[in-house]
T-cell receptor, first 116, second 111 residues
């Protein structure tokens, strides 16, 4: 089936630094990828929709200058958390539409970000 | 987006069937009913989806009410590995449409 590889799985960074999370579709081309954030005991919250070759579409309340999304190819999207602060600590998950024949959405395994 | 309502939590004994309900009274004619589950510290994974007819696959069955205002995910024989949060999501039948997650049902399997 369709596979999305997300790295790193865990990252700890100092407050004020930036962290990049990569999401790759391994066996299909993903024209659209989605980025979610999940706080403990809560559901997934969509942050932005990433479209290959164009600017991402951010959900209301998500700072586009803080969460930089790049989708330069059909198999790679990146999320960079800039000037991270402890309140950015969360579980970040990417997802891609693999097509109707592959049951739709495939998710990465997630990245646990801890900002200290 | 049409919303879904699920119980916050359910428990089931191991090796017994589990019926996870979902209400979606405002579903539109073009909405598919999707089920995903999320195991602890992992991204969600696809379980099953359907439009009008009941669906079966190797993981589960999906029973859809005739008026489509509710559905039930059926795990025929629960194992400890089925312990997860199960999300019932409506999605319009368009490519690349985003998935909006509700709170889901946290399923606990009792050995």
């Amino acid at each position: 089936g369709a596979v999305v590889s997300q790295h790193p799985s865990r990252v700890i960074c100092k407050s004020g630094t930036s962290v990049k999370i990569e999401c790759r579709s391994l066996d299909f081309q993903a024209t659209t990828m989605f980025w979610y954030r999940q706080f403990p005991k809560q559901s997934l919250m969509l942050m932005a929709t990433s479209n290959e070759g164009s600017k991402a579409t951010y959900e209301q309340g998500v700072e586009k200058d803080k969460f930089l999304i790049n989708h330069a190819s059909l198999t790679l999207s990146t999320l960079t958390v800039t000037s991270a602060h402890p309140e950015d600590s969360s579980f970040y998950i990417c997802s891609a539409w693999a097509g109707a024949g592959r049951h739709g959405y495939t998710f990465g395994s997630g990245t646990r970000l801890t900002v200290v | 987006d049409a919303k879904t309502t699920q119980p916050n939590s359910m428990e089931s004994n191991e090796e017994e069937p589990v019926h996870l309900p979902c209400n979606h009274s405002t579903i539109s004619g073009t909405d598919y009913i999707h089920w995903y589950r999320q195991l602890p510290s992992q991204g969600p994974e696809y379980v099953i989806h359907g439009l009008t007819s009941n669906v079966n696959n190797r993981m589960a069955s999906l029973a859809i009410a005739e008026d489509r205002k509710s559905s039930t995910l059926i795990l025929h024989r629960a194992t400890l590995r089925d312990a997860a949060v199960y999300y019932c999501i409506l999605r319009a039948n368009f490519g690349n449409e985003k998935l909006t997650f509700g709170t889901g049902t946290r399923l606990t399997i009792i050995p």
